[in-house]
């Protein structure tokens, strides 16, 4: 099994050496289940179905294993420390996380950035209208857990908050899933996320397909297992491929 897994937001990414996987303590295993000798460059999308909580458990440290490494631009991320780590790693979750406290809390809580900065934020994250609408602006209230917000608004301040922090690794964890499709149409032909993460690895994880096709590179994991690793144009040509079959479902490509 795959005992090294390398992300590299400024080169490339290589898995290397198999090795027993019987004493880690976390799934290192499950997390590389023989997905070996792979490269990536800036962009790709993973079709994960299970172990991408042991993926993100084993790449923030939330536990650790006892064999096997991470290396993020070659570090060992067990070598640094977990400010040091977590805060060069940004997440977009399915399920967006926001405070009780004003928007502006939410998206700057250490006070870092200009409330131009901020506004210029909100606009690429297509924010900017809904924001300047509300009475209080960037002093509005949020509820606890964004309540008062709708899961596709949650998710495009998480959006938002990534654009002001612009970290060197980004993780897109469906992160589009819940808002409409106008707006998942206007991030992608707007290019937000690859114009405004141009210089960030992005690891997206997605179920739109359409959402990737503009991907370096597309991983597809069928139960752990790695089944293909190209550029989509490339997988879309090879009509046997599981990737063309998904497009094919998908509605975006035809058998004609």
Not at 36 to 48: I, K, L, S
Not at 64 to 75: C, H, V, Y
Not at 140 to 151: M, P, R, T
Not at 162 to 183: F, G, I, M, S
């Amino acid at each position: 099994m795959c005992n090294e897994l390398l992300y590299a937001p400024t080169a490339l990414m290589t898995s290397e050496r198999e090795a027993d996987n019987d004493n880690s303590r976390t799934s290192m295993g499950e997390l590389c289940s023989r997905v070996n000798n792979y490269e990536v460059d800036r962009q790709r999308m993973e079709r994960v179905r299970a172990h991408r909580s042991q993926q993100q458990r084993a790449r923030d440290r939330i536990v650790e294993a006892m064999s096997g490494r991470i290396l993020i631009d070659g570090i060992d991320i067990a070598t640094i420390g977990l400010h040091q780590l977590r805060s060069r790693i940004t997440i977009i979750p399915q399920d967006p996380v926001l405070f009780a406290g004003t928007l502006r809390m939410n998206l700057d809580p250490f006070e870092a950035y200009t409330d131009e900065q901020i506004w210029q934020s909100l606009e690429h994250a297509h924010l900017k209208n809904f924001v300047k609408g509300l009475q209080a602006g960037l002093r509005y209230e949020i509820a606890e857990g964004g309540e008062n917000l709708s899961v596709g608004q949650r998710q495009l301040v998480c959006l938002s908050r990534a654009l002001l922090r612009k970290t060197p690794l980004l993780v897109l964890d469906e992160a589009t899933a819940a808002v409409d499709l106008e707006t998942d149409e206007l991030i992608r032909e707007k290019k937000t996320i690859r114009s405004e993460f141009a210089s960030c690895t992005v690891l997206t994880i997605a179920h739109r397909l359409n959402t990737i096709m503009d991907s370096t590179r597309v991983m597809v994991l069928d139960r752990g297992q790695l089944v293909e690793y190209a550029p989509p144009a490339q997988l879309l040509q090879d009509k046997n491929s599981v990737f063309y079959a998904m497009a094919r479902d998908a509605g975006l490509v035809s058998d004609r």
